[in-house]
């Protein structure tokens, strides 16, 4: 009964428009069609001058209230990040005027030169100077916008630091997994043909490779604030993406073509906290490339702490080889199967869309 | 009866077989499988105009989703079945509308529907021909565009739903069933009905660039052709050059999901099994459809700043700012278009080095476009401005195109690609810049030749209100996704609330929502102008409205097939001799008077 209203009401003002619409065109030919005409080119002169002064305080007052929230204020959670940063900055910035003089002249143009009678437009059709201009200055601005680009893009995507801490992470859907070298710092082999998730082979590990016994498969990543740390990105399906906007990275998990991205955490999860003032602030991972149904829940989760919190959590990890054949751990403990046990520290809610290991 | 049409005579000589003619045509000839190129051109526009209204419904109903995720309305469920159980979209059906969405969009409304009609209708009527090169192929483009669109709408009603891998369809998303429902049948459908499209746009655009090339009237040299006839034979040989690639990548997209073949497929376990393909590449798909993909969205524009050349040169009663320049860059813009199509994988572990060149080609592309800009600006400049729908549209237009222009200044720059790249700022970006920018050009030219169509005036009132609702309308719904974007807040999300680095922008996306669905409302008001004045709408009593200087404004006010009554007339100048000398405006058919200056 409600939606026949709704659909009976909304019809009506199509109606009401319709026929206002209809009865302007009657009262334009009674009137006279060149005087309606002046008439309507009038308001719409005004309309225009109108929008553009409206529209600059809209998108200032946009600006007042979205600002904020976009989290620009408080700077890159990555020493990396600032670069990008400013590189946003200088571009909002050069944009931003020529943005501001073209719609100025726009609509101031198409209020001034709006028809009036007394008035002949000016013939005018080149002037080899003035487009000269506008090539030039053009060109020579986006010079120093690609200068600046591609200085700050070799930095990024060049080799990271020696000292850098090689964490691999998979997406699949529509989770990611993470995997830790272990105390030799080199990763044990892959093979996705290994993958076999009764046995809880998630990862297709190649348990025959001596350099996977110590690696470390959990669910959260943990990283030492302050130390370069360099992905390693895998995709056991279809194309992901790691995207962690607090740190201004992204790079897509592809399947069969490994790839990689590095940067520096800056501040521990703790200090964003405190920075944003949000109690509850998580650096998340999002997938940016569409993967599916769950594309929208695939979320990770990154705590950035201190280097002495985070040797000991990595101290309580039990090893993905020792949880899987518990007879093989040296140690003889119990072992562990739950890897990412560990949320004391960081009181982080493990994430509902997170997968059980199994 | 195409014997008729095919006498692309120049020489002149009468050419009357059209009165006559017209009495044997029958319905179905006429209206139907018509060789006419202005009622195909009718036929392209009226298909358009009824997929951008199925295509916009789409992003109604996902913004609904996305503005309301709390809220369930219950008409939901009795309009779209278990697609909408409780009220509520599902996350499939969401993604099947997103990527229909861009779908519809991109290529039935803004390709065939746009290029299409504008190509069709002008070039011949423009450069002083009866018809087409070949009317025969002209139908035929026509035709297979129906096809593709009855493939297509037929996706919409299976099971599995229609693909919803989104409109780029990313292989192995879209290669393997189990990965998505809608890469089942849908999928197959969807490459199915792109093969056809992609052999009506190669027809089409064989048929623009031939016309344009031969059959120009007597004196109408290429310097003297409307930017209109420019933009479309560069629009036209982009596509012939790109769309072939597509198809290419189309079928090897086929083999994959139906042949077992490992052309983008390696190293996969999908629902728990391992699958036996290795060696394929997922990006050479990417590789593949950017060639396209991109010189796609200048396929869109490049009409579009054709048709705004054309009006706001006529509106301002001016001619238009540096006629060369504006080729030029043209065929600059024609050029790097082939040249740019990696910007799309700045982050898909593309090389450093090679993602630096494509920085470098990219953001070239913003001079020829600075150029335009500034060449729109100096046309109005000093002019004698009539605002009608049409004028107000193409200073829309302009509007738009800034606006979303300089933010690909932004998205070119690789390092800040990685920040923006496949985030809300993107879709601000893409949307102002080829969505609502092209839309505002089309509804620019429809507004403009709907007399030349129909011999008849569309409402201006309506138009007025058209326009207003629109402009404000898109800029309340784009400009705020850019903050969205700064913050990082992905694309093709069902759901943002349980994302503590986006949920605070629930508000903003309600608002984006309500405004989105005002400004769908509005549109339907420029359809029912439409229909309504192709049957009621103000008789045209003057072959020549709006006092322009092009051909079409020659032929009678509707002209039968062949256009012209007796010889087709001969040109002398350029077609943009406004307020030149004392005179209001100079038709190109004036011969130059002896102390005149050609431009």
Same mark, same amino acid.
């Given at each position: 009964?409600?939606?026949?209203?709704?659909?009976?009401?909304?019809?009506?003002?199509?109606?009401?428009?319709?026929?206002?619409?209809?009865? #302007?065109?009657?009262?334009?030919?009674?009137?006279?069609?060149?005087?309606?005409?002046?008439?309507?080119?009038?308001?719409?002169?005004?309309?225009? &001058?109108?929008?553009?002064?409206?529209?600059?305080?809209?998108?200032?007052?946009?600006?007042?209230?979205?600002?904020? %929230?976009?989290?620009?204020?408080?700077?890159?959670?990555?020493?990396?990040? %600032?670069?990008?940063?400013?590189?946003?900055?200088?571009?909002?910035?050069?944009?931003?005027?020529?943005?501001?003089?073209?719609?100025?002249?726009?609509?101031?143009?198409?209020?001034?030169?709006?028809?009036?009678?007394?008035?002949?437009?000016?013939?005018?059709?080149?002037?080899?100077?003035?487009?000269?201009?506008?090539?030039? @200055?053009?060109?020579?601005?986006?010079?120093?916008?690609?200068?600046?680009?591609?200085?700050?893009?070799?930095?990024?995507?060049?080799?990271?630091?020696?000292?850098?801490?090689?964490?691999?992470?998979?997406? %699949?859907?529509?989770?990611?997994?993470?995997?830790?070298?272990?105390?030799?710092?080199?990763?044990?082999?892959?093979?996705?043909?290994?993958? /076999?998730?009764?046995?809880?082979?998630?990862?297709?590990?190649?348990?025959?490779?001596?350099? #996977?016994?110590?690696?470390?498969?959990?669910?959260?990543?943990?990283?030492?604030?302050?130390?370069?740390?360099?992905?390693?990105?895998?995709?056991?399906?279809?194309?992901?993406?790691?995207?962690?906007?607090?740190?201004?990275?992204?790079?897509?998990?592809?399947?069969?073509?490994?790839?990689?991205?590095?940067?520096?955490?800056?501040?521990?999860?703790?200090?964003?906290?405190?920075?944003?003032?949000?109690? /509850?602030? &998580?650096?998340?991972?999002?997938?940016?490339?569409?993967?599916?149904?769950?594309?929208?829940?695939?979320?990770?989760?990154?705590?950035?702490?201190?280097?002495?919190?985070?040797?000991?959590?990595?101290?309580?990890?039990?090893?993905?080889?020792?949880?899987?054949?518990?007879?093989?751990?040296?140690?003889?403990?119990?072992?562990?199967?739950?890897?990412?046990?560990?949320?004391?520290?960081?009181?982080?809610?493990?994430?509902? @869309?997170?997968?059980?290991?199994? | 009866?195409?014997? @008729?049409?095919?006498?692309?005579?120049?020489?002149?000589?009468?050419?009357?077989?059209?009165?006559?003619?017209?009495?044997?045509?029958?319905?179905?000839?006429?209206?139907?499988?018509?060789?006419?190129?202005?009622?195909?051109?009718?036929?392209?526009?009226?298909?358009?105009?009824?997929?951008?209204?199925?295509?916009?419904?789409?992003?109604?109903?996902?913004?609904?989703?996305?503005?309301?995720?709390?809220?369930?309305?219950?008409?939901?469920?009795?309009?779209?079945?278990?697609?909408?159980?409780?009220?509520?979209?599902?996350?499939?059906?969401?993604?099947?509308?997103?990527?229909?969405?861009?779908?519809?969009?991109?290529?039935?409304?803004?390709?065939?529907?746009?290029?299409?009609?504008?190509?069709?209708?002008?070039?011949?009527?423009?450069?002083?021909?009866?018809? $087409?090169?070949?009317?025969?192929?002209?139908?035929?483009?026509?035709?297979?565009?129906?096809?593709? #669109?009855?493939?297509?709408?037929?996706?919409?009603?299976?099971?599995?739903?229609?693909?919803?891998?989104?409109?780029?369809?990313?292989?192995?998303?879209?290669?393997?069933?189990?990965?998505?429902?809608?890469?089942?049948?849908?999928?197959?459908?969807?490459?199915?009905?792109?093969?056809?499209?992609?052999?009506?746009?190669?027809?089409?655009?064989?048929?623009?660039?031939?016309?344009?090339?031969?059959?120009?009237?007597?004196? $109408?040299?290429?310097?003297?052709?409307?930017?209109?006839?420019?933009?479309?034979?560069?629009?036209?040989?982009?596509?012939?050059?790109?769309?072939?690639?597509?198809?290419?990548?189309?079928?090897?997209?086929?083999?994959?999901?139906?042949?077992?073949?490992?052309?983008?497929?390696?190293?996969?376990?999908?629902?728990?099994?391992? &699958?036996?393909?290795?060696?394929?590449?997922?990006?050479?798909?990417?590789?593949?459809?950017?060639?396209?993909?991109?010189?796609?969205?200048?396929?869109?524009?490049?009409?579009?700043?054709?048709?705004? #050349?054309?009006?706001?040169?006529?509106?301002?009663?001016?001619?238009?700012?540096?006629?060369?320049?504006?080729?030029?860059?043209?065929?600059?813009?024609?050029?790097?278009?082939?040249?740019?199509?990696?910007?799309?994988?700045?982050?898909?572990?593309?090389?450093?080095?090679?993602?630096?060149?494509?920085?470098?080609?990219?953001?070239?592309?913003?001079?020829?476009?600075?150029?335009?800009?500034?060449?729109?600006?100096?046309?109005?400049?000093?002019?004698?401005?009539?605002?009608?729908?049409?004028?107000?549209?193409?200073?829309?237009?302009?509007?738009?195109?800034?606006?979303?222009?300089?933010?690909?200044?932004?998205?070119?720059?690789?390092?800040?690609?990685?920040?923006?790249?496949?985030?809300?700022?993107?879709?601000?970006?893409?949307?102002?810049?080829?969505? @609502?920018?092209?839309?505002?050009?089309?509804?620019?030219?429809?507004?403009?030749?709907?007399?030349?169509?129909?011999?008849?005036?569309?409402?201006?009132?309506?138009?007025?209100?058209?326009?207003?609702?629109?402009?404000?309308?898109?800029?309340?719904?784009?400009?705020?996704?850019?903050?969205?974007?700064?913050?990082?807040?992905?694309?093709?999300?069902?759901?943002?609330?349980?994302?503590?680095?986006?949920?605070?922008?629930?508000?903003?996306?309600?608002?984006?929502?309500?405004?989105?669905?005002?400004?769908?409302?509005?549109?339907?008001?420029?359809?029912?102008?439409?229909?309504?004045?192709?049957?009621?709408?103000?008789?045209?009593?003057?072959?020549?409205?709006?006092?322009?200087?092009?051909?079409?404004?020659?032929?009678?006010?509707?002209?039968?097939?062949?256009?012209?009554?007796?010889?087709?007339?001969?040109?002398?100048?350029?077609?943009?001799?406004?307020?030149?000398?004392?005179?209001?405006?100079?038709?190109?058919?004036?011969?130059?008077?002896?102390?005149?200056?050609?431009?």
């Amino acid at each position: 009964m409600k939606a026949i209203f709704v659909i009976a009401i909304i019809i009506l003002i199509f109606i009401v428009i319709f026929q206002i619409a209809r009865t #302007s065109e009657f009262i334009s030919t009674l009137r006279g069609e060149e005087k309606t005409r002046k008439q309507s080119n009038k308001i719409n002169a005004y309309l225009l &001058l109108a929008f553009m002064i409206l529209g600059l305080v809209a998108a200032w007052y946009c600006n007042k209230i979205l600002y904020p %929230k976009t989290l620009l204020h408080i700077e890159s959670a990555s020493e990396e990040g %600032k670069h990008i940063d400013l590189l946003l900055w200088i571009n909002i910035i050069l944009t931003g005027i020529v943005f501001i003089i073209t719609h100025i002249l726009l609509f101031w143009f198409a209020y001034k030169y709006r028809e009036q009678d007394n008035k002949k437009a000016y013939y005018f059709p080149h002037d080899s100077r003035l487009e000269l201009l506008w090539t030039t @200055v053009p060109a020579v601005v986006l010079t120093v916008l690609i200068v600046f680009g591609l200085k700050f893009w070799f930095k990024i995507t060049g080799d990271p630091p020696k000292n850098a801490l090689v964490v691999e992470i998979t997406g %699949k859907q529509f989770a990611w997994e993470v995997r830790y070298p272990g105390k030799d710092g080199v990763l044990g082999k892959k093979n996705f043909k290994l993958f /076999n998730q009764p046995a809880g082979n998630n990862l297709g590990v190649d348990f025959e490779d001596p350099e #996977s016994w110590d690696d470390i498969h959990v669910a959260e990543m943990h990283l030492p604030v302050g130390r370069p740390v360099k992905l390693v990105i895998n995709s056991m399906d279809v194309v992901h993406d790691v995207g962690l906007a607090a740190f201004r990275m992204k790079m897509d998990a592809v399947p069969g073509i490994p790839t990689t991205m590095w940067f520096t955490p800056i501040h521990t999860t703790e200090e964003m906290r405190k920075m944003t003032g949000n109690p /509850n602030y &998580l650096y998340e991972i999002s997938c940016d490339q569409m993967c599916g149904n769950g594309h929208f829940s695939m979320r990770g989760i990154i705590v950035v702490e201190s280097e002495a919190d985070y040797n000991a959590w990595l101290a309580k990890q039990t090893p993905e080889y020792y949880s899987l054949f518990p007879d093989k751990n040296p140690n003889n403990k119990p072992a562990v199967v739950a890897p990412a046990t560990d949320s004391s520290k960081t009181s982080t809610p493990i994430a509902a @869309v997170l997968p059980a290991k199994p | 009866m195409s014997s @008729v049409v095919t006498a692309p005579d120049t020489t002149g000589h009468v050419h009357d077989a059209h009165h006559d003619h017209a009495h044997q045509e029958s319905f179905i000839t006429k209206y139907i499988f018509s060789q006419d190129h202005k009622m195909i051109s009718k036929q392209f526009l009226i298909t358009g105009i009824i997929w951008a209204m199925i295509g916009g419904l789409f992003s109604v109903l996902f913004r609904i989703q996305l503005g309301f995720p709390n809220e369930t309305f219950p008409f939901l469920e009795d309009i779209l079945g278990h697609w909408a159980k409780g009220g509520k979209i599902s996350p499939e059906f969401y993604y099947a509308l997103v990527t229909m969405h861009g779908t519809i969009l991109v290529f039935f409304v803004l390709t065939a529907g746009l290029s299409g009609t504008f190509s069709n209708f002008l070039i011949p009527l423009q450069v002083g021909a009866r018809d $087409m090169a070949s009317p025969m192929l002209n139908m035929l483009s026509y035709w297979f565009f129906f096809a593709a #669109s009855v493939v297509m709408i037929s996706s919409l009603f299976l099971q599995t739903g229609p693909a919803a891998g989104g409109w780029t369809v990313y292989p192995p998303l879209s290669a393997l069933g189990d990965a998505s429902p809608g890469s089942r049948m849908g999928m197959d459908l969807w490459l199915g009905g792109m093969a056809l499209f992609i052999v009506s746009s190669l027809l089409g655009g064989l048929n623009y660039i031939t016309t344009i090339l031969n059959m120009r009237t007597k004196g $109408m040299s290429m310097t003297r052709l409307p930017l209109t006839v420019w933009a479309m034979l560069f629009t036209a040989v982009l596509g012939v050059l790109t769309f072939p690639v597509l198809f290419s990548g189309v079928l090897l997209l086929l083999f994959d999901r139906n042949l077992g073949t490992s052309f983008y497929l390696s190293d996969i376990v999908i629902a728990g099994k391992i &699958l036996p393909n290795e060696g394929g590449s997922a990006i050479l798909f990417q590789h593949l459809f950017w060639f396209l993909g991109h010189p796609e969205v200048y396929i869109i524009i490049l009409p579009v700043m054709g048709v705004v #050349s054309e009006i706001l040169s006529i509106y301002s009663r001016k001619p238009i700012f540096g006629y060369l320049a504006m080729v030029g860059s043209l065929f600059a813009i024609c050029i790097l278009a082939c040249l740019v199509w990696a910007h799309h994988m700045f982050v898909t572990g593309l090389n450093p080095f090679v993602g630096s060149i494509f920085v470098l080609l990219t953001l070239l592309i913003a001079v020829p476009s600075a150029i335009k800009t500034f060449n729109w600006l100096t046309t109005i400049w000093r002019g004698n401005i009539r605002f009608t729908p049409a004028s107000l549209f193409a200073i829309g237009f302009v509007s738009m195109f800034i606006s979303g222009g300089l933010t690909g200044i932004f998205l070119g720059n690789s390092a800040i690609d990685i920040h923006l790249h496949d985030t809300y700022f993107g879709i601000a970006h893409f949307h102002l810049v080829m969505g @609502v920018a092209a839309f505002f050009g089309m509804f620019a030219g429809v507004y403009h030749w709907f007399p030349k169509m129909y011999g008849r005036y569309m409402n201006n009132t309506l138009g007025y209100i058209h326009f207003w609702f629109t402009l404000v309308g898109a800029y309340c719904i784009f400009w705020p996704m850019h903050y969205e974007g700064f913050a990082g807040m992905p694309r093709r999300y069902y759901d943002y609330q349980n994302w503590e680095s986006f949920k605070m922008f629930g508000g903003l996306n309600e608002f984006i929502s309500i405004v989105a669905i005002i400004t769908y409302a509005a549109q339907l008001l420029f359809v029912i102008n439409f229909f309504y004045s192709i049957w009621k709408g103000r008789r045209v009593k003057d072959t020549n409205p709006w006092k322009a200087n092009t051909l079409e404004w020659t032929t009678p006010i509707k002209p039968g097939h062949g256009n012209w009554v007796g010889e087709i007339p001969e040109v002398h100048r350029w077609p943009y001799d406004y307020s030149k000398d004392g005179h209001d405006f100079i038709p190109q058919t004036t011969p130059i008077g002896k102390d005149e200056s050609s431009h």
